[in-house]
């Protein structure tokens, strides 16, 4: 039996009138459409030469070809790497040369700047736009709309997605068919979704969460999506009142409250509001609950992991809490030699399920080293569980911000600042933010207390992606350090505490 994710979707297929994605400019494509497209799309994958287990790197704008080239990429059997569209050309040159891609798909006005990185023997590169243009639709536009799903196991790759490190080098986590159809079946049964939702999806899709969480498990109950290209709080209000069901970061409830035009008329069909990929706060779950008369299921994951804890769908969501492990994901919380702590105790979540992925790419050591001998995987955040098994995220052991739902590892930033005239080194941290949750800002310990603050951050804004551009900066004669010479971050966090959320500009 074939275990290629790409089946799991079949029985959705069969309806074919039915509309899979309802796009802003009005274009619907059903079901039947997105098979055969991505059928279209599988053959180009065939005539380019990419194979199965070949590399297919994509960094583009949202769009429903896009989907395709995402579905063709599992119906064919090759590895789909999808890249946030915010990475530059430095950040991408990492990737391309370690994930050694045989297919690149880019946005027509990154594609010189790619051909010069990968201008290395055998990688094909083909343009798609926001608006479903480019080389690779018209290479696409001849090929078949017949295709063979290749067959996979469940430990063959699916997908390659990077995740930033405590050390400045990214990881690729390798991501199996298996992982991703085990972690879509759980949440449809979890979360109730059926053929009679419609998603409100909002988020991108080169990350775990607008990608698997949310597409996956549509596709396969074929249910309808209302496909943002971003998302814009005045036309999600739009559209909520048309939509059963949302998957958002934080930041989409707290511009939503912010709007003044939420209330539960707005809401009307919705039966679901999910938040995860970063911590909600209380008082956003508690404001949103008396505007819209919804409480919002918070759930906790990884791009290693996919989905991990979940808040129950009947029964009680517990702010502050990510709820119960889901059914086939074991949870528990171990100290750092490994120890396994009780519940209430405060120590690091371990995890392990037919979710959890395979290790990174090619990097074995880095794997082992993340990994229990039993096969449980260290997440890094530090948690407990309560008495009743819902879990509680407290905090992190990895030194990592969340920004938006995007993660930011400070090591990298601070590699890019450490290398400015003038510098002598620098802290990053992540201070509260009334937007992003956590902003970004730096601590630069200057020679003679001055220094260029706006070279430092074109500096930032020329080699990484702007996310991760610090939002604040402030220069000190020298970083607290202490008695065993480590940076005292905690009281750089608590120095600069107020900078995003006192409404002062930022020094
Ligand atoms: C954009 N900007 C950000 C930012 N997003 N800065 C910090 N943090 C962010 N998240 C900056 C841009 O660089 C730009 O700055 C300015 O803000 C405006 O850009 P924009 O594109 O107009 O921003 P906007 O559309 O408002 O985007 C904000 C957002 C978006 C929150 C809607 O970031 C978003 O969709 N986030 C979702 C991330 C996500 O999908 N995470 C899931 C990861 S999976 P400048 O200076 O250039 O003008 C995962 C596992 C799990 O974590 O559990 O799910
Ligand atoms: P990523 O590497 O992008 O997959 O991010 C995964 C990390 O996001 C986790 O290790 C957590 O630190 C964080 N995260 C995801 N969901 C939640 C949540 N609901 N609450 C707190 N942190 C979360």
Not at 476 to 499: F, H, I, S
Request: with cysteine.
């Amino acid at each position: 039996m074939t275990a290629n994710l790409f089946n799991a979707f079949a029985p959705a297929f069969k309806n074919a009138d039915r509309p899979a994605l309802r796009l802003a400019d009005g274009r619907v494509i059903t079901y039947g459409q997105l098979e055969q497209e991505a059928a279209r799309f599988a053959n180009l994958l065939r005539a380019e030469g990419v194979m199965p287990g070949d590399r297919v790197a994509v960094q583009v704008d949202k769009s429903a070809e896009n989907v395709f080239l995402y579905l063709a990429c599992l119906q064919a059997g090759t590895v789909y790497l999808p890249l946030n569209t915010a990475y530059t050309d430095r950040e991408l040159d990492y990737f391309f040369g370690d994930a050694e891609p045989r297919l690149i798909v880019c946005k027509p006005e990154r594609a010189d700047g790619i051909r010069k990185l990968a201008s290395s023997q055998g990688v094909t590169i083909h343009t798609l736009d926001a608006s479903g243009g480019g080389s690779l639709m018209q290479a696409a536009a001849g090929q078949s709309t017949d295709s063979q799903t290749v067959r996979r196991v469940a430990g063959d790759l699916a997908a390659i997605l990077y995740t930033s490190g405590t050390t400045g080098r990214s990881k690729g986590a390798m991501i199996t068919h298996g992982n991703l159809q085990a972690n879509a079946e759980t949440l449809i049964e979890a979360w109730g979704i059926s053929g009679r939702d419609v998603l409100l999806h909002a988020l991108p899709i080169y990350h775990v969460h607008g990608l698997f969480v949310a597409l996956n498990t549509c596709l396969m109950v074929g249910a309808e999506i209302l496909f943002h290209e971003k998302f814009e709080t005045g036309a999600v209000l739009e559209d909520l009142p048309t939509s059963t069901m949302m998957m958002g970061v934080p930041t989409f409830y707290t511009r939503l409250l912010s709007s003044g035009r939420l209330n539960a008329d707005v809401c009307r069909n919705m039966r679901l509001f999910i938040a995860g990929s970063a911590p909600l706060l209380d008082e956003t779950f508690r404001e949103f609950e008396q505007k819209t008369g919804h409480a919002i299921l918070e759930r906790y994951g990884m791009t290693e992991t996919g989905m991990l804890c979940s808040n129950p769908l009947h029964g009680e969501r517990r702010p502050g809490t990510v709820g119960p492990p889901l059914a086939d994901v074991e949870v528990r919380v171990a100290d750092e030699q490994g120890s396994i702590l009780d519940k209430g105790e405060v120590g690091v979540l371990e995890v392990r399920g037919p979710n959890v992925f395979k290790g990174y790419w090619r990097m074995p050591e880095k794997t082992k080293e993340e990994f229990r001998e039993d096969g449980f995987f260290i997440t890094g955040d530090v948690s407990l569980i309560e008495p009743d098994g819902y879990v509680r995220i407290v905090g992190r052991a990895k030194d990592m911000i969340i920004s938006g739902g995007f993660n930011v590892y400070p090591k990298e930033i601070e590699q890019v600042i450490d290398q400015c005239d003038g510098v002598i080194e620098s802290a990053v941290i992540g201070l509260a933010h009334p937007d992003f949750g956590e902003g970004v800002a730096a601590v630069i310990a200057a020679a003679g207390g001055g220094l260029d603050k706006e070279a430092v951050v074109a500096a930032c804004r020329a080699e990484l992606a702007a996310y991760k551009v610090p939002k604040a900066v402030f220069v000190v004669e020298a970083l607290p350090r202490n008695t065993m010479g480590k940076v005292q971050k905690n009281q750089l966090r608590d120095r600069y505490a107020g900078t995003f959320t006192s409404g002062g500009e930022p020094a």
